[in-house]
């Protein structure tokens, strides 16, 4: 990990600094690891929501069958449900696209992918 100093955090933030990277504490851990907590977020999220949608599209096939249901657990643990979700992490479209959104505006300390965290949201080309 970089210095403060570096990722102009704290003390070392300047007049373009994002507010959150100037005030210390907390706020500014939060801040310097925006990128990979919001990233995990929308990750869970997306599985979940993968995860109840593919339950529920099973589940009518199963009942078309004339076959009892799933519950959630056992779909999530089902091999239907692994095979739908390694078939979408093939595709990541997605999240490539939410990375260079997303790493305008939120940090990463130490990431050859993010600006420093106190550097300004318009400074382009900078590297942490």
Known sequence: MESDKD???GAYADDRSPSWAAVGGLRTTL?????????AAVF????LAQS??????????????????LTWTQYVTSADFW?????????????????AVLAIYLRQRGS???????EANDA???EG
């Open 83 to 99: 095979s739908r979700s390694l078939q979408n992490w093939q595709s990541e479209f997605l999240a490539v696209g939410s990375m």
């Open 112 to 118: 050859p992918e993010s600006k420093p965290v106190g």
């Open 31 to 39: 801040f310097s690891w925006s990128l990979t907590l919001v990233m």
């Open 44 to 47: 869970l999220f997306s599985w």
């Open 7 to 9: 990722q102009k955090v």
């Open 124 to 126: 382009t080309g900078i």
């Open 52 to 69: 109840i949608a593919g339950r529920v599209a099973f589940n009518e096939t199963r009942l078309g069958r004339l076959q009892d249901p």
